[in-house]
């Protein structure tokens, strides 16, 4: 695989010997706007870097059968299952285990040649493999990602409180948006890169190499009160196979709601904001009201 590394290590909860996991990560950081530039315009949709193309789920599960097959071809059938963010499975700490790379202080793994942007998967294998050593952590006195988190979710080295990490708020919650939460949100509508964008090791990280991950859409700099404008249908077509896709029209207009809620006042974010005033679903107008408010309008 492109960007691809893999190690192995075995699970400390499981009896020795009888499973072994194998590792893996690729890159996915892709050419698009530099996210500073999209941050620091209001108008416009900060997207996390993963999300821009095809979602990595079914990608990188397929990558992983097919390793599998090809050691199955080498040393014949053995039995195996594969995730990448699937299951419950403690990614960081096996990849961490297996020395692939270390976590760090914002609780991702990072390495030295390639930084954080990187998905992880695993094949768990009924194989005897040996063990690789775990990697020393090499983060320091740094402490460049706690001071950077806009809702000062990692509470302290190694700890998020994930009830305020943005990644969280605009993805995995499914209610309202906290209300003291939404101005440190500002223009980011659909998770958060900046405790990444901070990290002094991300100068080594690498362009992905994968077609499929490639922007798409124009959702590395699109203007909110464009996105805003999609109908359910226009949703749904656009970013099928999209990481996005999965939170649903609903919730992406609660997001959007309170990117323009944040965003400079115009007639244009004020418009767009009364075009939803009365929609359907009482959880998008109740962040439209918050939203309207905050430009008195």
């Given at each position: 695989?492109?960007?691809?590394?893999?190690?192995?290590s075995?699970p400390?909860?499981?009896?020795?010997?009888t499973?072994?996991?194998i590792?893996?990560?690729?890159n996915?950081?892709p050419?698009?706007?530099?996210?500073?530039t999209?941050?620091?315009?209001?108008?416009?949709?900060a997207?996390s870097?993963?999300?821009?193309?095809?979602?990595?789920?079914k990608?990188?599960?397929?990558?992983?059968q097919?390793?599998a097959?090809?050691?199955?071809?080498?040393?014949g059938p053995?039995?195996h299952?594969?995730?990448?963010d699937?299951?419950?499975?403690?990614?960081?700490a096996l990849a961490?285990a297996?020395?692939l790379?270390?976590?760090?202080?914002?609780?991702?793994l990072?390495?030295?040649e390639a930084g954080?942007?990187f998905?992880?998967?695993?094949?768990?294998?009924d194989?005897p493999?040996?063990?690789?050593?775990?990697?020393?952590?090499?983060c320091?006195?740094?402490?460049?990602?706690l001071?950077?988190?806009?809702?000062?979710?990692?509470v302290?080295p190694?700890?998020?409180?994930?009830?305020?990490c943005?990644?969280?708020l605009?993805i995995?919650?499914?209610g309202a948006?906290?209300?003291?939460l939404?101005?440190?949100i500002?223009n980011r509508?659909?998770?958060c890169?900046?405790c990444?964008l901070v990290?002094?090791?991300n100068?080594f990280?690498?362009?992905?190499a994968?077609?499929?991950?490639?922007?798409?859409?124009?959702?590395?700099?699109?203007r909110?009160?464009?996105?805003?404008?999609?109908s359910e249908e226009?949703f749904?077509?656009?970013?099928?196979?999209s990481?996005i896709h999965r939170?649903?029209h609903?919730?992406?207009?609660?997001n959007?709601?309170?990117?323009?809620?944040?965003a400079?006042?115009?007639?244009e974010?004020?418009?767009?904001?009364?075009?939803?005033?009365?929609?359907r679903?009482g959880?998008?107008?109740?962040h439209v009201a918050?939203a309207?408010a905050r430009?008195?309008a």
């Amino acid at each position: 695989m492109a960007g691809h590394g893999s190690k192995r290590s075995r699970p400390a909860e499981l009896v020795p010997g009888t499973v072994s996991v194998i590792t893996a990560r690729m890159n996915y950081l892709p050419q698009a706007a530099p996210m500073e530039t999209v941050l620091a315009d209001g108008t416009r949709a900060a997207i996390s870097r993963y999300a821009l193309g095809r979602d990595y789920h079914k990608l990188l599960r397929g990558r992983l059968q097919k390793l599998a097959e090809r050691i199955a071809a080498e040393i014949g059938p053995f039995g195996h299952r594969v995730f990448t963010d699937s299951a419950p499975v403690l990614e960081v700490a096996l990849a961490s285990a297996s020395g692939l790379g270390w976590r760090g202080k914002h609780t991702l793994l990072l390495t030295r040649e390639a930084g954080s942007y990187f998905f992880l998967g695993e094949i768990y294998a009924d194989l005897p493999l040996p063990s690789d050593e775990p990697q020393a952590e090499h983060c320091g006195s740094c402490r460049a990602c706690l001071d950077a988190c806009p809702t000062q979710a990692i509470v302290a080295p190694y700890t998020l409180d994930a009830r305020r990490c943005i990644s969280y708020l605009t993805i995995e919650l499914k209610g309202a948006i906290p209300v003291e939460l939404r101005p440190l949100i500002g223009n980011r509508v659909y998770g958060c890169d900046d405790c990444q964008l901070v990290c002094p090791w991300n100068r080594f990280a690498r362009r992905t190499a994968e077609t499929d991950f490639s922007v798409r859409h124009g959702l590395d700099g699109a203007r909110l009160a464009e996105l805003f404008a999609w109908s359910e249908e226009e949703f749904k077509a656009r970013l099928a196979g999209s990481a996005i896709h999965r939170i649903g029209h609903e919730r992406w207009l609660r997001n959007l709601a309170v990117g323009l809620g944040n965003a400079p006042t115009s007639p244009e974010v004020v418009a767009a904001l009364a075009s939803r005033r009365d929609h359907r679903s009482g959880l998008v107008r109740e962040h439209v009201a918050w939203a309207l408010a905050r430009h008195r309008a």
